[in-house]
């Protein structure tokens, strides 16, 4: 049995990208009445008696993205069109309104600073992907906060850069603010609502790190922001038992006395 001729499919930020090439062309398969409407710029109507002529056609190398309502017809029509020997054919995922979606989630972004644009630049981070990743999948937000750069988390997060993102090592951003030790970024994510208990690859939380590593106002800002005190890691050590000297320990025996005292009443 032959196998079918494997067409590319994009999201709406591949696809926005694709449509620089000079070349493409751009198919609407849905109805006349929806393409009158409003379609992607530069993309003609495209139904069943163009589809025919296409794959008569002797000219086959052009580029080609198909999109329609939802991206199910779409397939179809991209199928045919690799089946009969386009050599590029792309397909819309989500179709015209995961376009449509893609516009208005770009609308409603705040514009970046040019102080944040240098930094990501120079950190090597686009600037139209604040989710993009870099060594071990840190984004930017992690970027910042393990450098301690207040001002470019605190836009960061105001631009939309995932809160909730972790590196290779399930660390979130949280966990990188607290190993650089500026308490105000901690604060900042926290108030943002990031997971202040998260438990990475090993089960440690930023808490555990606090506390193994002496990081005294660290350690108290987590405590402030309610980080647990009853997690474990995989070996079973709590942050308490992590407890590198004897401030983090008074600090977590007070803070587990208070708890206990608290429960009872």
Not at 30 to 37: G, L
Not at 66 to 95: K, M, N, P, W
Not at 125 to 152: S, Y
Not at 196 to 222: F, P, W
Request: glycine letters at 8%; hydrophobic letters at 40%.
């Amino acid at each position: 049995m032959k196998s079918e001729t494997r067409f590319t499919r994009l999201n709406a930020t591949e696809a926005e990208a694709l449509l620089r090439r000079p070349q493409l062309r751009v198919l609407d398969v849905r109805d006349a009445n929806a393409f009158a409407r409003d379609c992607i710029p530069g993309a003609t109507h495209f139904g069943s008696a163009e589809l025919d002529q296409a794959v008569r056609s002797k000219i086959k190398h052009e580029p080609m993205l198909v999109y329609c309502y939802h991206g199910h017809a779409s397939r179809t029509y991209a199928q045919t069109l690799a089946d009969f020997g386009y050599r590029e054919v792309y397909d819309l995922i989500g179709g015209y309104e995961a376009w449509r979606s893609h516009l208005t989630a770009k609308a409603d972004q705040v514009p970046l600073s040019a102080a944040l644009g240098t930094w990501l630049s120079e950190q090597g981070f686009p600037l139209d992907d604040l989710a993009a990743t870099v060594e071990n999948r840190h984004t930017a937000l992690m970027r910042a906060c393990q450098l301690g750069e207040l001002a470019i988390a605190d836009e960061l997060i105001r631009c939309g850069a995932p809160l909730q993102a972790t590196n290779g090592d399930g660390n979130n951003a949280l966990w990188l603010a607290c190993y650089s030790g500026k308490v105000e970024l901690i604060d900042l994510l926290i108030a943002g609502g990031i997971e202040i208990d998260r438990q990475n690859d090993n089960g440690a939380t930023c808490l555990m790190y606090a506390a193994s590593s002496g990081k005294t106002e660290v350690l108290i800002r987590l405590l402030v922001g309610g980080a647990s005190l009853d997690l474990t890691s995989l070996d079973d050590f709590s942050a308490l038992d992590m407890a590198a000297n004897i401030e983090c320990l008074q600090l977590l025996s007070n803070a587990a006395r208070r708890q206990r005292q608290e429960s009872l009443t």
